[in-house]
């Protein structure tokens, strides 16, 4: 069983930053593909950003080239740096674990076994 913790959402004006953290339980963090996805009211929940152990990351195009996705595995910890921030960026962001690696799904969020509580970043305009 993992439990993943979320902190670091809060209100932003555009074109600022904010770094979310994820801090996971359990002694087998490094093993796991963890994942960033956002839901905004009324949108289904969609993928943001994955790490399989550093060796493999991936954005949406959305993101890519303004968010960074990283992990220290030493503190259970991923996160995500969030620059050039957009008010379509408000959502409530999860953070989200699994330990199988599917390269063709990854961005599937009915995959990941396990999730956090979720954040709020709100970007003003």
């Known amino acids: 069983q993992v439990q993943l913790v979320e902190s670091g959402g809060g209100l932003v004006q555009a074109g600022g930053s904010l770094r979310l953290s994820c801090a996971a339980s359990g002694r087998t963090f490094s093993s796991y593909v963890m994942g960033w996805f956002r839901q905004a009211p009324g949108k289904e929940r969609e993928f943001v950003a994955i790490?399989?152990?550093?060796?493999?990351?991936y954005y949406a195009d959305s993101v890519k080239g303004r968010f960074t996705i990283s992990r220290d595995n030493a503190k259970n910890t991923v996160y995500l740096q969030m620059n050039s921030l957009k008010p379509e960026d408000t959502a409530v962001y999860y953070c989200?674990?699994?330990?199988?690696?599917?390269?063709?799904?990854?961005?599937?969020?009915?995959?990941?076994?396990?999730w956090g509580q979720g954040t709020q970043v709100t970007v003003s305009s």
């Open positions: 989200a674990a699994d330990k199988l690696w599917r390269p063709s799904r990854y961005s599937d969020s009915l995959l990941y076994d396990y």
């Open positions: 790490s399989r152990s550093g060796s493999s990351i």
